[in-house]
């Protein structure tokens, strides 16, 4: 059981009030409370109280709110455990915050917001005035605040010969006739002034043997330790110390200070230094208009970068790495496709692969956009955005370090193995939750980061936290979260719960920051033309057919060219449907060059077309035909008359046609009926999308959720079996 079942004062009730009672008499806001903080105790749902206790004081569970502390509320639960813990053994009793605020050297008031944060997660739960800690807190906090265990606990088990020496010296009375010598020891080991005259009788040697275990750690290691001492045969301030009780042995080689004797060193206070506050972020004032600019142009550029290398990878897909990721020659091509360096490159792989876009195709063999690059597509910009930028803060992979080597030298691959660590996800909340808190235009040094974050999570601090730090805001600007070093004020969008209102109003200051979509484009004589914004998806989706990308940037620079074109016609689009379309979304005349390239690949288009034989060409025009009959480049191909309008091959088809549009000729294929077959390069995709690479933490539940969670709680209970106590029969 857990400790539901320990013993405090009766109330009128006559119950003895537990951990589980506690917990039933919580109001429904207190337990949305308690789910909000501790998700983990709702997957699943328990079917009662009983279950929910048992759940909440679990070592796993304690041991991750634990870990969301910051480090005055950590402070104040290892106050509660030393004060309140005195026996060492069975449920800790508890203590009052007049206690408790003595300990800590504060008012009673300055407690108030650590001890709700305890109590909303149920770390610490109230018998009246008593504040009582969870029993498991004894395990995972074993040496609260640097001190060591209880006198009690110390000479617990310790042979009798031992404890009647140690009471013979202290003048207490020996054996078993006047009670537990262990308890008789420890109670006149604490009886007010009794400590100061043993110190006094122990000597200034050994109170700097005391020093030295007093802020922790309390033990110290000495050579056989356990040996037989007394006052009167006493060599040494070690040989005092343990004569008197002041240390005790717990090994062969270690001495350890006992609690009561540590605090009483130390004034009643707990710990030297008690950081009520968090620290103050040390950050640079920008101006705000252009840290809005600065992150909403790298989110155009984001949104501009991830649909064009997707799109060249539906492709020409890279292929996979035998252990798989990507290799460095793809990852170096990827980055300069996006004009940007490996590190961009790798954070805008990993966070497109987290949000569903990029999977595994091919068997495996190579990496693909996914179905759910279209629906993606069709959403709105910001969306895009947003759920890229939730999908890289949930994610526990780490771009960052794929440009350091693992613990056995070998080089990490993006989108592949060892870039996962588990906290980034909190880490990355983090910092954008500090960043969130200063005022608009205000970007905090790293080291400030670093030392706030220290206080938040005192148990997960240190160089690892440093390095996720630096890889989070080196991220936060890849991805317009930030701008010049500044949280956007959309980016509170990441911070808000979906679909909140919060959410839908930062995402409409980024809306309003996005270029609009246009639909035209400027058509220029040396065949180029030039878009003016982000385009429309349709005459996005047709100009890539038509022409190719030259340059991006404030504008896109497309190229006309035979092959482009050719493309085009190859696609079903005529040369005046082609010539239409521009017309129509040209804010300039068409130059006459481009119409003429435009007939001139559409003339020749189809002119020659490709059956099966081995393979045959058929053509109306007898002189095309005997200008391919004579063209040397052809010889390869084996070819030979059958009719002034038919040409014969040896090849294949698939050959004939590949090798002719080499050689400039355009020939388009036919089907058995003599008709001309044009066919789009089908759009490869994914076979899946990714599985969740999030972490297998439960997330956060939404109010609804917590909501139906405590009516489910409320409800086994009223069911019986879950209760602390079987229902009556009627």
Not at 572 to 585: F, N, P, Q, T, V
Not at 657 to 665: E, I
Request: proline share 8%; charged share 25%; hydrophobic share 45%.
């Amino acid at each position: 059981m857990s400790d539901d079942t320990e013993p405090a004062t009766r109330r009128d009730t006559g119950r003895v009030p537990t951990y589980t009672s506690w917990l039933r008499g919580l109001s429904d806001a207190e337990l949305d409370g308690l789910l909000e903080t501790r998700p983990d105790l709702a997957a699943p749902v328990p079917a009662g109280f009983t279950e929910l206790a048992a759940r909440a004081a679990s070592r796993l569970s304690v041991l991750c709110a634990l870990d969301r502390l910051d480090r005055f509320s950590l402070q104040v639960a290892e106050a509660l455990l030393a004060l309140g813990d005195p026996l060492g053994s069975g449920p800790p009793l508890g203590t009052d915050r007049a206690a408790l605020a003595a300990a800590l050297d504060l008012p009673e008031s300055a407690l108030a917001p650590a001890l709700t944060r305890l109590r909303t997660a149920a770390l610490v739960w109230t018998d009246g005035a008593v504040l009582r800690p969870v029993a498991v807190l004894r395990d995972l906090l074993d040496q609260p605040a640097g001190l060591g265990p209880p006198l009690a606990a110390l000479l617990f088990g310790h042979p009798l010969d031992r404890l009647n020496r140690l009471a013979a010296d202290l003048g207490l009375p020996t054996g078993y006739a006047e009670g537990e010598p262990a308890a008789r020891i420890t109670a006149e080991l604490t009886r007010p002034g009794r400590l100061d005259g043993l110190l006094s009788a122990a000597g200034a040697p050994a109170r700097t043997v005391l020093d030295r275990l007093l802020w922790g750690p309390p033990h110290g290691s000495v050579a056989n330790a356990r040996r037989s001492v007394s006052l009167a045969s006493a060599a040494s301030p070690i040989d005092r110390l343990l004569a008197l009780g002041l240390l005790v042995a717990t090994d062969d080689t270690t001495i350890t200070l006992p609690r009561e004797v540590a605090l009483h060193l130390r004034g009643g206070r707990v710990f030297p230094k008690v950081e009520a506050a968090a620290p103050v972020l040390s950050a640079v004032a920008r101006p705000a208009a252009s840290v809005v600019r600065a992150a909403a142009g790298q989110v155009f550029t984001v949104l501009r970068a991830v649909e064009e290398l997707l799109t060249a990878w539906a492709d020409d897909p890279p292929g996979m790495l035998r252990n798989g990721g990507l290799g460095m020659r793809d990852l170096r091509a990827a980055a300069r496709l996006l004009d940007t360096d490996e590190r961009g490159a790798a954070v805008l792989l990993e966070t497109v692969h987290a949000a569903g876009l990029l999977g595994r195709g091919g068997g495996n063999a190579e990496w693909l956009p996914t179905a759910e690059y279209d629906a993606w597509l069709a959403e709105e910009p910001a969306r895009r955005w947003l759920r890229l930028a939730s999908a890289w803060r949930r994610s526990p992979r780490v771009a960052g370090r794929c440009v350091a080597k693992d613990a056995r030298g070998r080089s990490r691959n993006v989108l592949g193995e060892g870039l996962d660590h588990r906290w980034a996800p909190e880490v990355r909340h983090d910092v954008l939750a500090a960043l969130a808190e200063l005022p608009a235009g205000h970007a905090p040094s790293t080291e400030s980061l670093v030392e706030r974050l220290g206080w938040l999570r005192p148990r997960r601090h240190g160089p690892v936290v440093a390095e996720l730090v630096r890889h989070t805001l080196d991220d936060a600007a890849v991805l317009g979260v930030t701008g010049r070093g500044a949280l956007a004020p959309y980016a509170h969008a990441l911070l808000a719960d979906p679909g909140s209102a919060s959410a839908s109003t930062a995402l409409a200051l980024l809306a309003a920051e996005l270029p609009e979509p246009v639909d035209h484009i400027l058509v220029q004589s040396d065949l180029t033309a030039v878009a003016p914004g982000p385009l429309t998806a349709p005459l996005a989706r047709e100009l890539a057919l038509l022409a190719d990308v030259e340059s991006t940037g404030g504008a896109t620079v497309y190229r006309f060219g035979e092959a482009s074109v050719r493309r085009a016609l190859d696609a079903g689009r005529g040369a005046d449907e082609i010539l239409a379309l521009l017309e129509r979304h040209s804010a300039t005349p068409l130059p006459q060059p481009l119409r003429y390239l435009v007939a001139d690949v559409a003339r020749r288009h189809g002119r020659l077309r490709v059956g099966a034989a081995s393979s045959y060409l058929r053509c109306d025009d007898p002189a095309v035909l005997g200008q391919l009959l004579g063209d040397r480049r052809a010889a390869d191909l084996v070819l030979f008359p059958l009719a002034p309008t038919v040409v014969a091959s040896r090849v294949s088809r698939p050959v004939l046609l590949d090798r002719l549009s080499a050689l400039g000729y355009h020939p388009v294929a036919e089907t058995a009926d003599g008709s001309v077959q044009l066919t789009r390069p089908p759009i490869r995709r994914a076979a899946e999308v990714p599985a969740d690479a999030h972490p297998a933490a439960p997330r956060p539940l939404g109010p609804r959720q917590r909501a139906a969670a405590v009516r489910a709680i409320r409800a086994g209970e009223a069911r019986g079996p879950g209760g602390e106590e079987p229902r009556p029969r009627s």
